[in-house]
Every structure is written in structure tokens, then in C-alpha cells.
């Protein structure tokens, strides 16, 4: 069982930044595949960005590419997503989830089902 834990998250004027912070319990944190989804208000849970667990090739949805850089530090069992030029439609509790990596996981990378664990939540607020 991993237990995730965010941290990062607060209020923001549009144009800035914000790094956000995952912490896993597991001690085989490196063998899971991460990512970070986000909830707006009233909306669905979405996909922002995915990284397997030798931080390469990471994955990003087309609404945060070149804003958002996912990566992680296996030796500190954390993953990041460092989000840059923020706009309000940011504004969302950012979630970060885990899977065991493998080739079903590159596949479904992007859907909420190929994550079996969830953290709490940050909320990310970004003022215009």
C-alpha cells in the first residue's frame, strides 16, 4: 500500500509559479510510474502530466506543455510538478497518483483507472 502526500499547493497570481511536492511511504517508491491530475470545480478529474520511474520520456497534457515539468527524485521517494505561467483556469485541486510501471501502465498512462493510489489533494488557486 503507498500512501501519497501533497504538498505545494496555496494562492497565486496569474503569471506566476508554483512547485508542487508528492511524498510516497513506499520504500519502492522507484518502481512506480507517476503522475498528477487536476480537478477544477464543478468538473471532472483530468490528466496533466505522467512520468515513468526513470523520469523519462514524461507525458503531458496539451493544455500544459511547455508550463508544467513533471520529475522525480527516487532517492527522496518524491515526484514534482513545477508549474510555470499560471493562468485561472488552473485553479484546481491537483492530485498525484501512482502505478506500477510497465507497458500497460505506457498505454493507459493518461486515464485515471491505470493509477491503483491517490493522494489527498493540494488546491491550487490562481488569481487573475
Known amino acids: 500500500q503507498v500512501q501519497l502526500v501533497e504538498t505545494g499547493g496555496g494562492l497565486v497570481q496569474a503569471g506566476g509559479s508554483l512547485r508542487l511536492s508528492c511524498a510516497a511511504s513506499?520504500?519502492?517508491?522507484?518502481?512506480?510510474?507517476m503522475a498528477w491530475f487536476s480537478q477544477a470545480p464543478g468538473k471532472e478529474r483530468v490528466f496533466v502530466a505522467a512520468v515513468s520511474w526513470s523520469d523519462d520520456n514524461p507525458y503531458y497534457a496539451d493544455s500544459v506543455k511547455g508550463r508544467f515539468t513533471i520529475s522525480r527524485d527516487n532517492a527522496k521517494n518524491t515526484v514534482y510538478l513545477q508549474m510555470n505561467s499560471l493562468v485561472p483556469e488552473d485553479t484546481a485541486v491537483y492530485y498525484c497518483?501512482?502505478?506500477?510501471?510497465?507497458?500497460?501502465?505506457?498505454?493507459?498512462?493518461?486515464?485515471?483507472?491505470?493509477?491503483?493510489?491517490w493522494g489527498q489533494g493540494t488546491q491550487v488557486t490562481v488569481s487573475s
Open positions: 497518483a501512482a502505478a506500477r510501471d510497465s507497458l500497460s501502465w505506457v498505454i493507459h498512462r493518461d486515464r485515471e483507472y491505470a493509477y491503483a493510489y
Open positions: 513506499d520504500r519502492t517508491f522507484s518502481r512506480y510510474a
